[in-house]
C-alpha cells in the first residue's frame, strides 16, 4: 500500500493538484493507493472521488488547519499500524511536518515532493522547520533542477534529493466540450493562475503592438485569480478588449477544445522571489506540447526544463524579446510546426505519466 498525504487535490484546480491526482492515479495501477486530503468542497469533492473510487480510496478533512492535520495524522497512524506500507509520499514539506518528526523511528520510507514556491525563505523560523522535515524524509523529490538549487540553498548537505520532472496524461479519450469565443487568427493563449508572476500584462501589451501588424490576433486568458480585475482594466485601456477573451476555469473536456484553436502557449514568468513567488517547472507548457502547441517562456525558475529553448519553445531572457518571439513565431509557420512537433514528441515519449510513475516506483523499491 502507497498512502498519499496531500493538502493539494481535485476537486481543487492547480498545478499541484494536477501532480497529486495523476500521481495517485498512475501508482494506483500497480498499487493499492490510499489519498488523505483536505476538504475544499464537499459536494465536488464527493463527486470527484467517487468518479475515482475504483482507482484510489480518498479520505478528506476539513475544518481548522490545526485540527486538520492532527486528524490527518491520526488517521495515518491508524492506517501504517494494521496495514503494511511501502512508501508514504507527501505533496509538499508543509503536509510532512507533524509525520516527519513522529513517523521517524517507524523506519517507513518517507517520500517528500518540492516543488519551489514554498522553498522560499521568509524567516529563520521558517527556514528552520523546513530543514527539520527534510532532515527525517528518506527522499526529497524535486520538480526540477531549478528547484534542487533551492534545497541546496536551504542545506548544501543534503544528498537525498532526486530529480522527477511533473508528467502529463493524455487528451486522448477526453471529449472536447466547445468554449464560445471571439473569433480570430493567429490564437496565442495562456493557461495559468491569474497572478503577477505569469506574466500576463507583459503579453496584453504584445498583444497591444501586434495588433497593428495582424489586427485579427486572438489571446485567450484562461484561470482566475487576483489579478483578474486589473488585467482587464488593462485590456480596456490599451484598446485590445476585442482581441482578448478572459474564459476563467475550465475543465479538461474546455481545455482539449482550447487547445486544438491554439497557436502559441506564451506565458513569460517573472522573478517574484521577493513576494515568495517563482515557477518551478509549469506543468501547463507540457500540456500544450500534447497538442503540438509550442511554446514561449522566460528564462526564470525551472521554466527552461518545461521548455527546450529552440527545440519545443523559445525561453526569452529579457521581456523586451517577448513581442519580437512571437512575431518571429507566428511569421515562420515551417519554425513553429518544427517546435509544436517536437514538444509534443518529448510530452508522449519522455514525460508521459506512465514512465514518470516508474521512477517513483523505482525510488520506492530501492528504499
Known sequence: MIIILTQCFPSRIGGIENLMFNLSYFLSKDNKVIVLADQHNVIKDTVFDNKFKNNFTVRRFGGIKYFRKRNKFRELEKIINFKEVKAIICDSWKSFEIPSKKLKNKKLPLICLAHGNELIIKNKRHHSRILNVFENVSKIVSNSEYTKKLINKLNPKFLNIEVIHPGVSSFENIVEKEVKLIDGTPTLLTLARLEKRKGHEHILQAISNLKHQYPNIRYIVAGEGEEKNYLKSITKSLNISNNVIFIG???????????NKTDLMVMPTLDETNKLSIEGFGISYLEAALFGIPS????????????????????????????????????????????????????????????????????????
Open 296 to 367: 514561449i517562456a522566460s528564462n526564470i525558475g525551472g521554466t527552461n526544463e518545461a521548455v527546450l529553448h529552440n527545440q519545443t519553445g523559445v525561453i526569452i531572457d529579457d521581456l523586451n524579446d517577448l513581442e519580437i518571439s512571437i512575431r518571429d513565431l507566428i511569421d515562420n509557420k515551417d519554425k513553429r510546426k518544427l517546435l509544436g512537433e517536437n514538444a509534443k514528441n518529448r510530452a508522449l515519449h519522455n514525460l508521459n505519466w506512465n514512465n514518470q510513475v516508474k521512477k517513483y516506483e523505482n525510488l520506492i523499491s530501492n528504499l
Open 249 to 259: 476555469t475550465i475543465t479538461d473536456e474546455q481545455k482539449k477544445y482550447i487547445f
